[in-house]
Nanobody, 116 residues
Framework: QVQLVESGGGLVQSGGSLRLSCAAS????????MGWYRQAPGKQRELVAT???????NYADSVKGRFTISRDNAKNTVYLQMNSLKPEDTAVYYC??????????WGQGTQITVSS
């Protein structure tokens, strides 16, 4: 089994920046894709960005040009650098991993609040 632990959430003013980290442990050798999702109050969870083990990136249109996902395989950690934050980015952000057997694991979530 894989375990994911997120860190880096908090309160920031509009236009500010934050970086999220997600450290993976356990059966990490099975992990293929890692990513970030978010869920705002009253809304469904949505994809923010993903990165494959080969480095292929995918971003939601709403964050392209502002957010950057990266992965440090030596540290088993995935990052989400968030710049030019907007109030509509306010949500709980979840780390997610998928392994070679298509098993998905979620982190516990971290709150991001962007004030206007």
């Amino acid at each position: 089994q894989v375990q994911l632990v997120e860190s880096g959430g908090g309160l920031v003013q509009s236009g500010g920046s934050l970086r999220l980290s997600c450290a993976a442990s356990g059966l990490i050798f099975r992990i293929t894709t890692m990513g970030w999702y978010r869920q705002a109050p009253g809304k469904q969870r949505e994809l923010v960005a993903t990165i494959t083990s080969g480095g292929r990136l995918n971003y939601a249109d709403s964050v392209k040009g502002r957010f950057t996902i990266s992965r440090d395989n030596a540290k088993n950690t995935v990052y989400l650098q968030m710049n030019s934050l907007k109030p509509e980015d306010t949500a709980v952000y979840y780390c997610h991993s998928v392994d070679t057997f298509q098993n998905g694991v979620w982190g516990q979530g971290t709150q991001i609040t962007v004030s206007s």
